[in-house]
């Protein structure tokens, strides 16, 4: 099993402010699968994926990915592990605006002990004829490109996805999605993204509901549709 997770519970704030976001949070995705993470606005699904990420620290549980225990890992070791085992994709672009796509994707190429091939990245994602613009310069569906292959070229084991299709219209999302799809066939990338639209959750392998702080219900979905087909985005 690639991830592997256990009572694993998140809180914010003290006294009168205190929440408890994540109640005890229990699931596993195995290696090479597209895992949708379903919930409304509120119901810790992003807390969850940050934790997964290293970017927010875990109160108590387990969190396992490829063998290494990331709660209570020390800093220097969860800096190595983001670098090494994960890429990140947002809402938000995150794109320095002073760079061009190129330079936005060479950011995390350095950081990385094994790349993928520039060339054959920028190509795969359609941007060849715009690596010279800003990200001024072309539209959010792609800078969201962009944006995938900064995450993709440092080769990482997991791809964490935080609303990758919420600030794009309908076809960018879809070819976002396609994008995606196509990454976790090419180079067997574990995906997992979160989401509140459920039109998502049938190109997914596995779809995890999170409500309140608590799964919800896991489901398997033995013959995902593909992205080009997903209606309703």
Same mark, same amino acid.
């Given at each position: 099993?690639?991830?592997?997770?256990?009572?694993?519970?998140?809180?914010?704030?003290?006294?009168?402010?205190?929440?408890?976001?994540?109640?005890?949070?229990?699931?596993?995705?195995?290696?090479?699968?597209?895992? &949708?993470?379903? *919930?409304?606005?509120?119901?810790?699904?992003?807390?969850?994926?940050?934790?997964?990420?290293?970017? #927010?620290?875990?109160?108590?549980?387990?969190?396992?990915?490829?063998?290494?225990?990331?709660?209570?890992?020390?800093?220097?070791?969860?800096?190595?592990?983001?670098? #090494?085992?994960?890429?990140?994709?947002?809402?938000?672009?995150?794109?320095?605006?002073?760079?061009?796509?190129?330079?936005?994707?060479?950011?995390?190429?350095?950081?990385?002990?094994?790349?993928?091939?520039?060339?054959?990245?920028?190509?795969? &994602?359609?941007?060849? #004829?715009?690596?010279?613009?800003?990200?001024?310069?072309?539209? *959010?569906?792609?800078?969201?490109?962009?944006?995938?292959?900064?995450?993709? &070229?440092?080769?990482? *084991?997991?791809?964490?996805?935080?609303?990758?299709?919420?600030?794009?219209?309908?076809?960018?999302?879809?070819?976002?999605?396609?994008?995606?799809?196509?990454?976790?066939? #090419?180079?067997? =990338?574990?995906?997992?993204? &979160?989401?509140?639209?459920?039109?998502?959750?049938?190109?997914?392998?596995?779809?995890? =509901?999170?409500?309140?702080?608590?799964?919800?219900?896991?489901?398997?979905?033995?013959?995902?549709?593909?992205?080009?087909?997903?209606?309703?985005?």
């Amino acid at each position: 099993m690639y991830l592997e997770i256990n009572d694993l519970k998140k809180s914010y704030g003290e006294g009168s402010s205190h929440a408890q976001v994540l109640r005890g949070i229990n699931c596993r995705v195995e290696r090479g699968q597209i895992c &949708v993470i379903l *919930g409304p606005s509120g119901s810790g699904k992003s807390t969850l994926l940050n934790c997964v990420g290293g970017l #927010e620290r875990a109160d108590g549980g387990s969190i396992r990915v490829d063998g290494a225990e990331l709660v209570g890992m020390k800093p220097e070791a969860l800096s190595e592990y983001r670098r #090494e085992k994960l890429g990140f994709v947002f809402q938000f672009y995150n794109l320095v605006a002073n760079l061009t796509v190129r330079e936005n994707i060479q950011v995390c190429q350095y950081l990385s002990k094994n790349p993928l091939p520039m060339d054959d990245l920028i190509r795969a &994602v359609g941007l060849w #004829e715009h690596q010279k613009k800003y990200p001024s310069q072309i539209s *959010g569906g792609q800078q969201q490109r962009c944006a995938i292959a900064r995450a993709l &070229v440092k080769n990482p *084991g997991m791809l964490l996805c935080d609303e990758p299709t919420g600030a794009l219209d309908s076809a960018s999302s879809r070819d976002i999605l396609t994008l995606l799809e196509r990454v976790n066939r #090419e180079y067997g =990338t574990t995906i997992l993204l &979160v989401t509140h639209n459920n039109a998502i959750c049938k190109m997914a392998h596995r779809v995890i =509901t999170v409500r309140d702080g608590r799964i919800a219900r896991e489901t398997e979905n033995a013959a995902p549709v593909s992205a080009s087909e997903i209606e309703d985005l």
